[in-house]
C-alpha cells in the first residue's frame, strides 16, 4: 500500500504546485497566500508518503483528498483534478491492501519452508 500511496501523493505534489501557478494569475488572490497554502499542501503531501503505514496515515490522505476538491472554488480546474486524484487514492489504498495481504500470505508460506513433492 505504501508505494501506491506514496506515487499518488508525489503525483499531488506536482499538481499542487502547477495549481499554484494558475491560482498566482487571480488577481483577488494575494501571492503571498497562494504560496503559503500550496507550500504547505505540498509539505503535507511529501511528509504523509511516510506516515501512510501509521495509524491515521489514510485518513489524512483522505483529508488532503478533500482539501484538494476544495480548491476548485479558487482554481476551477482543481475540481476534476482533485476528483480524479481522490479516485486515484481510492484505488491506491484499496489495491495497495489488497497487495499487502498476497504478500503476507507468500511470506507464510515462504516461512513454512518448500513444500514436499508428491511420491508418485
Known amino acids: 500500500m505504501r508505494t501506491l500511496c506514496s506515487s499518488t501523493l508525489i503525483g499531488e505534489f506536482f499538481v499542487i504546485g502547477f495549481a499554484g501557478l494558475v491560482a498566482m494569475k487571480d488577481d483577488t488572490l494575494a501571492m503571498s497566500t497562494v504560496w503559503w497554502v500550496c507550500g504547505v499542501a505540498m509539505v503535507f503531501s511529501v511528509l ?50 489488497q497487495v499487502d495481504e498476497v504478500k503476507a500470505r507468500w511470506a507464510a508460506q515462504a516461512a513454512q519452508g518448500p513444500a514436499e513433492p508428491d511420491a508418485a
Open 48 to 97: 504523509l508518503c511516510g506516515m501512510i503505514t501509521r495509524p491515521g496515515g489514510v485518513q489524512l490522505g483522505w483529508a488532503l483528498q478533500i482539501g484538494l476538491v476544495a480548491s476548485g472554488f479558487f482554481v476551477p480546474v482543481m475540481f476534476f483534478l482533485g476528483a480524479a486524484f481522490a479516485a486515484l487514492w481510492w484505488a491506491s489504498v484499496h489495491y495497495g491492501r
